[in-house]
């Protein structure tokens, strides 16, 4: 029997953000918002982890405004996770910090294993996939999460 660990709302996204995704490496930055929002839901919905999130239908798929609560809290309020803007890239990168590398690692650690691997399968799973890859995806398997779709009509 798994250890159950209670975590706080935006623990989810730190030990998101810590693992590994296609590269192997911890801490690999997540390249927008929305393959970190697409990430937290999968992991709900297909995985059926108990991410605290609320999801509804928007225009690029399932969106959680607590999502960007606890985002915006983890980089302006608690200072554990960057935002950075690249050159020639529309959307932000997120990675923790050295102080969230350190807060995430111990979350991480004290995760049952079947929760690790599930992240780490989604990570690597979203992270190997094209912004539009990765919403076709998610509307196929969620037509009702699609519906508010400012990007296609879903089939």
């Not at 997540?30 to 999801?55: A, C, D, I, R």
């Not at 960057?82 to 990675?95: A, C, L, P």
């Not at 992240?119 to 519906?147: C, G, H, N, Q």
Request: net charge neutral; no cysteine.
């Amino acid at each position: 029997m798994h250890q159950v660990v209670l975590l706080d709302r935006s623990d989810w996204i730190l030990a998101y953000l810590y693992s590994p995704g296609r590269t192997g490496k911890v801490n690999e930055p997540v390249e927008g918002s929305v393959p970190l929002m697409k990430g937290l839901f999968l992991l709900q919905n297909e995985l059926h982890e108990k991410v605290p999130y609320t999801f509804k239908p928007d225009m690029y798929g399932p969106l959680s405004l607590e999502v960007y609560d606890d985002i915006n809290t983890l980089t302006a309020g608690k200072g554990e996770v960057v935002q950075e803007s690249r050159v020639g890239q529309r959307w932000k990168t997120f990675r923790l910090n050295e102080r969230g590398l350190a807060e995430a690692e111990e979350v991480y650690r004290h995760l049952p294993e079947p929760t690790r691997k599930s992240i780490l399968e989604v990570k690597t799973r979203i992270s190997s996939f094209s912004m539009t890859e990765l919403l076709d995806y998610v509307y196929e398997r969620y037509p009702d999460f699609a519906r508010n779709s400012i990007l296609r009509i879903p089939r």
